[in-house]
């Protein structure tokens, strides 16, 4: 069952992701060449703590760190630790926040140093891919409409679209329903409605769409080891445009 959310309840959810956004534009002067992704994990718990809220995937099915770190051919879930960040690498930063017991989710994939063409572009068409899904999200369009725009924008620049990971509702908990896969057929699924919050998230691979879980059960990764970037945002739905509520607007 989808819940539709109050006024009161999107205002909060706004609150909780807007400390993402801010955690975003925080770490972004982090991500250089010998940064440590534990030291990554810090400057966001630390920002989150001092906004008075709590790390949404910390303990989350038992995830050992406060933000997913995700590198190259890793798709999503990698864990902070001891590793350093190279030149020539992409980043995946995944947040969740929980404040007043409301969630948000967002996650940018960030260039260390500089980075090759191939890769500008990935980064690119993944965050075009997640606002044209987004451009969806209104009344009178069905939940494939936001799967389908992703898809074809993402096939049409020759990349793949991850299917084992989706989208999800997002709001009294990290995961409610609808579950939103980054792909299939439009006009499919329940219609969308004024109220319904969102957490979007294409998982774009450069290579073939297929994907394997490393040996910390966490990490995914791609199966031909290219590289794969993530852009996630919470979005609300309204009478009128949608209401990205991870940014800090
Ligand atoms: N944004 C991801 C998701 O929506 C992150 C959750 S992973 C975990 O599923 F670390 F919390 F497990
Ligand atoms: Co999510």
Same mark, same amino acid.
């Given at each position: ?23 975003? #534009? ?6 250089? !060449? $010998?940064?440590? *992704?534990? &030291?990554?994990?810090?400057? @966001?718990?630390?920002? /989150? ?22 590198? #190259? ?6 864990? !902070? $630790?001891?590793? *350093?960040? &190279?030149?020539?690498?992409? @980043?995946?930063?995944? /947040? ?154």
């Amino acid at each position: 069952m989808i819940i539709i959310k109050s006024q009161r309840e999107v205002d909060l959810i706004r609150k909780s992701s807007r400390i993402i956004a801010e955690c975003f #534009d925080l770490v972004k002067p982090y991500i250089k !060449p $010998g940064v440590k *992704t534990k &030291e990554l994990d810090d400057v @966001v718990l630390d920002h /989150i703590q001092s906004r008075g809220g709590i790390s949404a995937f910390k303990n989350y099915n038992g995830y050992p760190g406060n933000i997913c770190v995700s590198i #190259d051919k890793e798709v999503v879930h990698g864990i !902070p $630790g001891e590793r *350093t960040l &190279e030149e020539g690498q992409i @980043v995946s930063i995944d /947040i969740g926040v929980i404040l007043n017991n409301y969630y948000g989710d967002a996650a940018r994939t960030f260039a260390v140093g500089a980075i090759t063409d191939d890769k500008k572009k990935l980064l690119r068409v993944t965050e075009e891919a997640l606002l044209k899904g987004i451009d969806e999200a209104r009344v009178g369009n069905r939940l494939s409409d936001i799967s389908n725009a992703i898809q074809t924008h993402v096939e049409r620049e020759n990349f793949s679209v991850v299917r084992d990971l989706v989208g999800h509702g997002v709001g009294r908990k990290l995961h409610e329903d609808p579950q939103i896969p980054n792909y299939g057929e439009p006009n499919r699924g329940p219609r969308l409605k004024p109220g319904m919050v969102f957490a979007i998230e294409p998982m774009v691979n450069m290579g073939s769409f297929q994907v394997v879980v490393a040996d910390d059960s966490w990490t995914i990764y791609t199966k031909d080891g290219m590289p794969s970037a993530h852009f996630e945002h919470t979005i609300a739905i309204t009478a009128g445009d949608p209401e990205i509520l991870s940014v800090i607007g």
